[in-house]
């Protein structure tokens, strides 16, 4: 089998075989294939499209190209939730441990921020002592212990994709479906958990800009997972605004235990009950919206984090006590540049504007400051008038205000009528 052969084919619209997807991809994975080969047929599949059976074959043999996740020696029925990622979005602090609190087990690897978008490894290792990097031996028992763990990537889990993923950053071949699908399907499929649920954003703050792109990109990945044996659900959420008031390390950590404490922000508060009550649904829990509600009211979801937060190392008091995170050096005030009506809020350029402060990192290996972020005072469809307070930046380098601040005004759009306003749960498969 040679690769001229398969690129051809692709290039001129023919459908790969399963023996050819995955001779390709071992290819990929013990670096049998020149680079020059896999950019090639990366841009004739950018071009031709793959089918369903392409895509699946090809999400398949990534999935199996590294480490597998067993989960056999949790007991029950194991969950588990992906975002496609946004601003602002720290639904997993939330949703894992009212999940846990009903009974179902969720057994989560998460990844870091990078860019405009956030990362929940980075949020939670803002817990002092927090360890996000957990042996598999070790996570099966918090999990069976506590019913939920949250860690980092420390198995080699679909390192095709790794190389892929790579490449098409460097080649324009990033935005095809079945290449994005078949890159955040073949990580969950080795994750090994039964059921998954797809949080895919659309809008100004993610990766899909129209919801017609958000719903082919939720389709493909309902049918690989559907396609591998597991069951897969996908949510299409707004993000054209950032999700709640906080961005940024601790300040998001602090808001998602307020929400455990009933206490959260409208929009982060829906969703948050909304993937939570899917979740339940998924693994076959009855009343779920209401075991939802009362997990919340009586304090049993806020005990299951701070359960987590221990087995894992770090000091629960945290989650008790949200005044221990420690608070940024400088604060700065953005005050409304006219009257009227906030009619949008770029998502995206408000995410740099945080990662400019330092919550962020512009490339793999930079720290970060965790305690950096934008606390947003008012958002899209709210009345202001001009001076007036929008939000509140933090830091520890003062220096930083001044291009974060022309960062975030760039993203506000004012209007003399109030905008329509967006449904934050747009659609369901």
């Known amino acids: 089998m040679r690769m001229y052969d398969i690129i051809l084919k692709k290039r001129n619209g023919g459908k790969l075989t399963k023996e050819e997807i995955n001779f390709f991809v071992k290819g990929v994975t013990d670096k049998t294939i020149e680079l020059y080969h896999i950019s090639a047929l990366m841009m004739a599949i950018y071009f031709q499209g793959m089918d369903e059976e392409e895509t699946l074959n090809l999400t398949l043999a990534m999935s199996d190209s590294g480490e597998r996740m067993n989960l056999e020696k949790i007991e029950g029925i194991k969950v ?52 996000t990097s957990v042996e598999p031996e070790k996570f099966f028992q918090i999990v069976n212990t506590h019913g939920l763990c949250v860690a980092g990537q420390s198995m080699n889990l679909a390192p095709a994709d790794k190389e892929l993923y790579a490449l098409r950053d460097v080649t324009a ?10 890159s955040i399907m073949s990580k969950k499929l080795a994750s090994g ?18 919801y017609d792109d958000a719903e082919k990109l939720a389709q493909a990945m309902v049918k690989i997972g559907n396609g591998a044996g597991r069951k897969t659900v996908a949510v299409i959420t707004d993000m054209d605004k950032p999700l709640g008031n906080a961005i940024g390390n601790s300040i998001e950590v602090i808001e998602a235990i307020e929400t455990l404490k009933g206490n959260g922000p409208e929009d982060f508060t829906l969703l948050t009950k909304t993937l939570s009550s899917d979740l339940l649904k998924m693994a076959g829990i009855d009343n779920a919206e209401e075991k939802v509600e009362e997990v919340i009211s009586n304090g049993k979801a806020l005990r299951k984090l701070a359960d987590m937060v221990k087995a894992q190392g770090g000091n629960e008091n945290y989650v008790y006590d949200t005044s221990l995170f420690p608070k940024a050096e400088f604060t700065y005030k953005i005050r409304a540049e006219k009257d009227g009506f906030i009619s949008h809020m770029n998502a995206e350029s408000v995410g740099i504007a945080c990662a400019k402060l330092g919550a962020g990192r512009e490339k793999k290996g930079d720290s970060i400051d965790f305690t950096a972020g934008i606390k947003l005072l008012r958002k899209t469809g709210d009345k202001v008038s001009a001076g007036e307070v929008i939000a509140e930046m933090y830091s520890s380098d003062e220096s930083k205000f001044t291009d974060a601040e022309k960062t975030f005004n760039s993203s506000i759009t004012y209007s003399e009528t109030k905008p329509e306003k967006i449904n934050l749960i747009l659609g369901k498969l």
């Open 80 to 131: 588990d939730k992906h975002s496609t990622g946004g601003v602002g979005d720290k639904t997993t602090l939330a949703v894992v441990p009212i999940v846990a609190a009903c009974g179902v087990k969720v057994a989560k690897m998460s990844g870091r921020g990078l860019g405009h978008t956030g990362g929940t490894i980075d949020k939670l290792e803002s817990i002092e002592g927090f360890q």
């Open 173 to 182: 071949t990033v935005e095809n479906f079945s290449l994005i699908a078949s």
């Open 193 to 210: 958990s039964d059921c998954i649920l797809l949080d895919v954003k659309v809008g100004s703050g993610a990766f899909m800009k129209t």
